[in-house]
């Protein structure tokens, strides 16, 4: 596809940063309209939860701010939205779509191993939705080790490792924004149907036994489906479980 850089979407880059995240929310009320923020060091990264992110030499961390003005709930579906993206970006650098699959709520693999990880964050009131800052990274060149990942977890996994593909944030960048801003066209327009008929076609273990585990509780079905809502579907013994957010374990 084109890497002609999307009309209406800015592109600033820093040399580092806490994190992209950070950079991005501090600059909404500067900058104008939508833009993406990307460092090549990020002194205070952070993941799910507030986990630390792990970010070697080379590999890509970027935010998208968005301004939407809808109920946080819709706002949020642009996760799936984002992964498909990443996904779609992953298949024209490397020819490979086979490899990769998205993972509930917010990951894409490679070959069963962690590639990327995406945060939404978003401050506002009264049931309406502030700026919208889409965290991404991906590890292009290099994966953390194992044991800076929560037991249990999968093994993460980096793009030239198993694939011996090299390219740089900026390169990566540019096709991701393209891929970003037109399922951006498509979600506004026609909601979230299309986005989650695509990203089921390529989801992690649909069908298949996985683990949810929140805060409280942990549970164990058949990955039955996603939601017009975003929720995890899961098929437990009792009936069929809604699941709004937690984290998601792969049985062997």
């Not at 298949?208 to 164990?220: D, F, L, N, S």
């Amino acid at each position: 596809m084109s890497t002609d850089w999307p009309a209406g979407y800015g592109r600033i880059i820093r040399d580092s940063v806490r994190s992209t995240l950070d950079e991005a929310l501090l600059l909404a009320p500067e900058t104008p309209g939508a833009f993406w923020v990307l460092a090549h060091h990020q002194t205070s990264a952070r993941g799910r939860r507030g986990r630390p992110w792990s970010m070697p030499k080379g590999n890509f961390a970027a935010t998208l701010l968005l301004r939407p003005d809808e109920p946080p709930g819709v706002a949020a579906l642009r996760s799936f939205v984002m992964s498909l993206a990443l996904f779609r970006t992953l298949a024209d650098v490397t020819a490979m779509p086979e490899n990769f699959a998205m993972k509930w709520p917010n990951d894409v693999l490679l070959e069963g191993g962690k590639l990327a990880g995406i945060l939404l964050e978003s401050t506002g009131q009264r049931g309406r939705i502030g700026p919208l800052a889409i965290g991404v990274g991906v590890n292009l060149r290099a994966a953390p080790s194992a044991h800076e990942v929560e037991e249990g977890a999968l093994t993460p996994v980096s793009l030239m490792d198993r694939t011996g593909i090299t390219i740089t944030p900026e390169a990566f960048l540019d096709i991701l924004a393209a891929h970003y801003a037109g399922l951006e066209t498509q979600f506004t327009q026609y909601g979230f149907a299309p986005i989650r008929t695509a990203w089921l076609a390529h989801a992690a273990r649909l069908g298949t036994k996985i683990t949810a585990r929140t805060g409280r509780a942990e549970m164990t079905g058949i990955f039955e489906d996603v939601d017009t809502d975003g929720n995890l579907m899961l098929r437990e013994a009792a009936g069929l479980r809604r699941i709004a957010a937690a984290d998601v374990f792969f049985t062997p």
